[in-house]
């Protein structure tokens, strides 16, 4: 064993805390930091005085002491731990490594937050050449013994001698598999069908093959020393820390690092003892449905390793949970009656003292029950959401614990079809990409909208594949059942449209390959054609090849009753972005008070808007002044229309009306037959058409000639718009309805910008009231803040605008100068090699553009006080972006509809989680 030999001065910290009876127990359930989710619970349960076989923890801070120490155990351990092997064996009545009485322990691991299957385990440590006879003697059980020896061999050899040590076998050749040859070999001589067909001596004979195999292949002896088995147990388990699948699995799920992992050395209890003994598995309630029923697998003489690895089929707990599937086996309740009356109470029990759905593993063994482990149960979006409204009746939580017992990412599960997870775990993987819409989809690929369109008349079903979409994608885009592009970032065209529809859709799968030509897409050397079936999850941004099964969002009756509850404690507002009047209806429906962002130039894409784009063509082609304003004219009634339609959906609420802020070359035509139409309007050649077009032409778009810099050089076209709002506004207070627009100004950066457009605005303002005969029609005037500078000097632009809304997309876009449409190209790898902490398009970069916000937030409340402030960015809809904008002190935030709840969800666990803190100011 390696220790190191640095002191770490001072008081030593206490790395090992004792668990068995509850005079001896040290660790509690609000330990988990330290302890590990498993260590701190098997505390409590001791404390509650339940049947948990006594053994001790070592903290997750000497886990992280020993890779510092360069994976050295700390000097202060070794002592520490013969001190709690000795209480351990007092509590239990026999000694590790003794030869009449002998105690074998196991060392588990248990990290903060659950990591299930992603770190190592070793049973069975302490049986070797001195110990067994004793053993064998104890339970007059020779099989079982040497069964439970072939399975520390196993476990051991492959765990600590071979995977902690760094052995990297090739693949077919690790000591597990060739150890799995020589038992499947011994059986095929044998004759034998399972393993429980070996008899003793067989089984004796194969731990004697194991151990020369293990020296052959690993050149080192097994150890016959049951402290230097522990030893390496537990360094193993710590190693396993930063084994591979850990590391995978904490990247997905954003765990720390830095956390380490606790060990559980406890003591071995047998479910593998005969037919009296069992293990098994189970939930307080279902965790696939919420449904309030004891709900569980076990299996009869076995260990706990064979129920999770699924070689068998397990019983159904009782009888009032049993399955098509498993009817016809025995279950506990009637296999053992008794022992299922007592695991009965003991769920009972924990659920009442943790007042949350637990899962549990027990062990029975020669009919006496131990628990060795419970913790709070993972449960899908519906049982999550029936679980929390039934502990309220049941007066079993409050409802603020009710409204943070849902991760926001769980409504959007009840809000969208989802893949079947379990069609998912054998499907074959196609590419990864960003999960840009949310959801599950599946259909025939296609290349072109046109041919999306044409596809689902007919009834079929379609994925969109582009190598990235424009807005004449778009009717391509609505028509299909879910997007898949190889270029684009998170808030792209395509994930920006396919969000506010609530439509699957992954964007930037860079390993695809799109020939719209030859119409196929490959990947690698696989290659699919038109009409192929594919499967996104959206959710995940994975693409499968075939068609997976869907899961159906059924709308549950209790999200509506959920959510109201939820509205009780938030405080931050939530609007939507929403540009057209269906979209609106929609977002009222989730719960919007208000749009946040209408983005008007919407109206020139899709259904019904050839007739606009084509006029705003000419406004943009025109040659002089004189030219423009005609087709303004002519373009007035249709924005007029499109933003009282949308007015009136929103009725009663403010809706943020932003003025044109299209990257101009995005609508010139490329089709030639509608450059000649154009022409043939316009009195143009085609030629000049093309020309004037090449003239828009920008090297940098997004930093062009947009947003308020159209207004400024071409203040007619503000005029248009002013005068479209203020008379659509106009009409509806005359017929009796309220209305709120609030004119938002985009892409400024200077003061001056506003002043110049207000202008405008009062002009007009004072000639619509004087031509609809009103003194007044309520309104306000504000701006977007996007750009950098307009942080930075947001006291002045304060002095000018009414309100603020955050542009994160264009903010993190400048803050960091990364093209917000050109990311799939390194995010990945940024990710994945940690270079930041998270796409900043999806949720807020607190650290740097956090800072940005917080600053425009003081210096623009400096000057007005009651400004009022939002965000609508894409991040508007993301969780921690949402928390982080309550305690920024915004006014509100808004995102697409369909993310509505989940961010009314997050806005509420914000203001409860910041009730437990000290105010905000
Ligand atoms: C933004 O930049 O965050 C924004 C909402 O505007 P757009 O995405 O339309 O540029
Ligand atoms: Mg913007």
Redesign the pocket.
């Known amino acids: 064993m390696a220790i190191s030999k640095k002191s770490s001065g001072g008081k030593a910290k206490k790395y090992v805390y004792l668990f068995g009876t509850k005079k001896c127990t040290e660790g509690a359930a609000d330990m988990k930091n330290l302890l590990g989710g498993k260590g701190a619970n098997l505390a409590e349960m001791c404390r509650l005085g339940l049947p948990v076989p006594a053994g001790f923890t070592i903290t997750t801070e000497c886990c992280v002491d020993y890779f510092k120490n360069k994976m050295k155990f700390p000097a202060s351990l070794k002592p520490v731990v013969e001190k709690a092997l000795a209480a351990t064996e007092r509590q239990m009545g026999s000694k590790f490594g003794d030869a009449q009485n002998p105690l074998l322990v196991s060392c588990r691991s248990g990290a903060r937050k659950s990591m299930p299957g992603m770190m190592e385990t070793v049973l069975n440590v302490g049986l070797c050449t001195r110990t067994i006879p004793g053993l064998i003697a104890k339970t007059k059980n020779e099989r079982f013994v040497y069964d439970s020896y072939r399975r520390l061999i196993t476990m051991y050899s492959d765990v600590v001698m071979e995977k902690a040590e760094g052995v990297e076998p090739e693949e077919g050749k690790g000591i597990r598999v060739q150890l799995d040859g020589l038992l499947q070999k011994m059986k095929k001589a044998k004759g034998y069908q399972k393993d429980t067909d070996l008899t003793a001596g067989d089984l004796k004979k194969i731990c004697n093959d194991y151990k020369k195999c293990i020296r052959v292949v690993l050149g080192k002896n097994f150890p016959d020393e049951p402290i230097a088995q522990l030893w390496g147990g537990i360094g193993a388990v710590f190693k396993s820390w930063n084994g591979r699948r850990a590391i995978a699995y904490r990247n997905i799920e954003g765990i720390p690092d830095g956390w380490g992992t606790a060990v559980n050395v406890q003591t071995m209890v047998f479910g593998n003892m005969g037919d009296n003994s069992a293990t098994g598995v189970a939930f307080s309630r279902n965790p696939a449905t919420g449904e309030h029923k004891f709900y569980g697998e076990w299996l009869i003489n076995a260990q706990g390793e064979d129920v999770v690895a699924g070689i068998r089929t397990p019983s159904p707990l009782n009888e009032a949970t049993k399955s098509e599937h498993n009817a016809a086996l025995v279950s506990l309740e009637k296999a053992m009656p008794r022992v299922y009356v007592e695991l009965d109470s003991i769920q009972k029990k924990l659920e009442k003292h943790y007042r949350d759905m637990q899962d549990i593993e027990f062990t029975i063994q020669d009919g006496k029950l131990y628990m060795l482990q419970c913790r709070v149960g993972k449960r899908t979006g519906t049982a999550a959401l029936n679980m929390a409204m039934d502990m309220i009746s049941e007066k079993l939580i409050s409802e603020k614990n009710a409204v943070m017992r849902l991760a926001p990412a769980q409504l959007d599960e009840l809000l969208h079809p989802i893949v079947d997870s379990s069609a998912e775990k054998h499907a074959k993987l196609l590419a990864k990409g960003l999960p840009a819409g949310p959801g599950g989809a599946f259909g025939q690929i296609v290349f072109t909208a046109a041919a999306a369109v044409a596809w689902a008349k007919s009834g079929k079903k379609v994925i969109l594949l582009r190598e990235e979409t424009n807005p004449e994608d778009i009717e391509g885009m609505r028509a299909a059942e879910g997007i898949l592009t190889a270029r684009g970032g998170m808030?792209s065209h395509a994930a920006?449209v396919a969000r506010g529809w609530g439509k699957c859709c992954i964007v930037g799968a860079s390993s695809v390959r799109v020939d719209a030509v030859r119409k196929t897409m490959t990947v690698g050397n696989k290659e699919l054609s038109e009409g192929d079936f594919v499967t996104l999850n959206g959710t995940k941004g994975y693409a499968y090849e075939g068609k997976l099964a869907m899961i159906s969002a059924t709308e549950n009756p209790r999200f509506k009753k959920f959510m109201a509850i939820v509205d009780k404690y938030r405080i931050l507002g939530v609007r939507a972005?929403a540009d057209t009047p269906a979209d609106a209806k929609n977002a009222r429906e989730f719960g919007a008070e208000g749009i946040g962002?209408f983005?008007t130039e919407h109206m020139f894409y899709g259904k019904g808007s050839d007739r606009p784009l084509f006029i705003l063509r000419k406004i943009i082609l025109s040659g002089t002044t004189e030219e423009r304003r005609k087709a303004l004219k002519k373009l007035f009634p249709f924005v007029k229309a499109s933003i009282k339609a949308t007015l009136k959906a929103m009725e009663g609420l403010p809706v943020t009306i932003r003025l044109l802020?299209p990257p101009l070359h995005e609508f010139v035509p490329q089709d030639p037959a509608k450059q000649k139409e154009l022409a043939r309007s316009l009195g143009i050649s085609a030629e000049d058409v093309r020309r004037r077009g090449e003239q828009l032409h920008e090297s940098n778009p997004m930093m062009g000639h947009r947003g308020v810099r159209l207004g400024i050089t071409y203040p007619e076209i503000t005029e248009m718009q002013l005068r479209a709002i203020f008379e659509a506004a106009a009409e509806l207070i005359k017929a009796g309805k309220k209305c709120k627009p609030e004119i938002m100004v985009?892409v400024t950066c200077d003061a001056h910008e506003l002043s110049d457009q207000k202008a405008i605005a009062r002009r007009v303002y004072d000639e619509t009231l004087c031509k609809m005969k009103m003194r007044s029609i309520p309104h306000m005037y504000g701006t977007?803040i996007?750009i950098p500078r307009a942080c930075l000097t947001a006291d002045k632009m304060a002095e000018e605008a009414e309100f603020f809304s955050?542009?994160?997309?264009?903010?993190s876009q400048m803050g960091f100068g990364f093209s917000r449409d050109d990311i799939g190209g390194f995010m990945p790898e940024y990710l994945n090699k940690k270079i930041i902490a998270a796409d900043p398009f999806q949720t807020i970069d607190q650290e740097g553009i956090g800072q940005l916000i917080e600053m425009a937030v003081a210096k623009g409340r400096s000057v007005r006080k009651d400004l009022k402030i939002g965000i609508?960015?894409?991040q508007g809809g993301d969780p921690a972006s949402v928390e982080f904008c309550f305690k920024t002190g915004l006014n509100y935030v808004s995102c697409s509809p369909f993310r509505v709840p989940i961010a009314r969800l997050a806005a509420a666990q914000a203001a409860i989680s910041a009730e437990k803190k000290p105010k905000r100011k």
Do not use: I, K, W
């Open positions: 808030t920006l972005n962002l983005r802020d985009p977007m996007e955050f542009g994160t997309n264009d903010l609508c960015g894409e």
